[in-house]
């Protein structure tokens, strides 16, 4: 646990300086999170295209990613890869079965070695152990532009303290699709069995992937976000709160007993939640006016979706 954030964009053409956002609620966090932080943003898309977020780790990341990106052209078309930090990043074009290229990925892992930490058209997963000064630092926040983000900076409580176990979580196996929570799901052991009988993946103990894979499951089956996240709430035991995000959604959810903080400021130009007011005010630089929902609530806010581009004129990510 510590802390989660959220925001999304009511007014722009999809080029919100999202990423300068989080790293501003994120660094109001940071002092009581030393150990991990991370956000998932939600980018312009590029006509055609599917983006790749891989782990890699090990003593030879340069030779096993040149591994990866071969093996995952013999499906689609690399339009470019970079590793930055423990990350290999991947665009491709041309994917026919994006589902097959996780199962490319992951089946040549060893170990754990190699992990899909965000796939998507819109969602770029960035997460790394230590402070958000240091993941500004690796990866360039404050150059991601789009329409909205979900973040968390963690204390561990429990589970390890890697890259793998740092939060948001691609909520498997759904692309486009993110989640970040705070608090403790009692249940997630019986809940991962079963998830796991159904034939889903999991690479981490951290009870906040559960959570994502609760939701995808959920709307695999035909839920909306929201329905999706009210069932979660009869089906999550404990006391959390947590933010979720598809490439059309902003949500945010309170637990049953409503014990973990959770607040939101709502303006006609953003809507910004986080576990700390104050957070929100050093996000947005300006003090605001935050409520505070009540046990069992969700809230779910659609975004505005840009277009996507034929063409490489604009960028969003760094």
């Known amino acids: 646990m510590y802390g989660v954030v959220g925001y999304l964009d009511r007014v722009g053409d999809g080029y919100a300086p999202i990423g300068d956002i989080a790293l501003k609620m994120l660094r109001s966090l940071s002092p009581y999170a030393p150990d991990s932080t991370g956000a998932a943003f939600f980018v312009p898309e590029t006509y055609g295209q599917v983006l790749v977020a891989v782990k890699m780790e090990g003593e030879d990341v340069r030779t096993l990613s ?13 339009v470019k890869s970079r590793m930055v930090g423990h990350a290999l990043q991947i665009v491709l074009d041309r994917v026919e079965d994006i589902h097959g290229i996780v199962d490319i990925v992951e089946g ?80 997630y052991h019986k809940l991962r069995r079963r998830y796991e009988a159904q034939g889903q993946r999991f690479f981490t103990t951290n009870d906040a992937e559960v959570v994502g894979t609760c939701l995808a499951m959920e709307i695999e089956q035909g839920a909306s976000l929201e329905e999706a996240m009210r069932t979660s709430l009869h089906l999550l035991d404990g ?31 953003f809507v910004a939640v986080s576990s700390e007011a104050a957070a929100i005010c050093e996000g947005m630089e300006q003090e605001l006016v ?7 609530e969700v809230h779910v806010w659609p975004t505005r979706t840009p277009a996507p581009l034929e063409a490489p004129e604009r960028t969003a990510l760094p």
Not at 66 to 78: D, E, L, Q, S
Not at 144 to 173: C, K, N, Y
């Open 239 to 269: 006391t959390y709160a947590y933010v979720a995000a598809t490439d059309k959604e902003l949500g945010a959810a309170k637990d049953m007993m409503g014990a973990r903080p959770l607040v939101i400021a709502e303006t006609n130009e």
């Open 66 to 78: 040149g591994r990866v990106v071969r093996r995952v052209g013999r499906k689609a078309n690399v």
């Open 290 to 296: 935050t409520w505070e929902p009540d046990a069992k």
């Open 108 to 187: 040549m892992s060893e170990g754990g070695d190699v992990e899909c930490f965000s796939v998507g058209r819109r969602l770029s997963i960035v997460k790394d152990v230590g402070s958000i000064e240091h993941l500004e630092a690796e990866y360039n926040l404050s150059g991601i532009r789009g329409t909205h983000m979900i973040g968390q900076a963690r204390l561990a409580t429990e589970s390890r303290v890697d890259v793998s176990h740092s939060q948001p979580f691609w909520a498997r196996p759904r692309p486009d699709m993110a989640v970040a929570h705070t608090g403790q799901i009692t249940n």
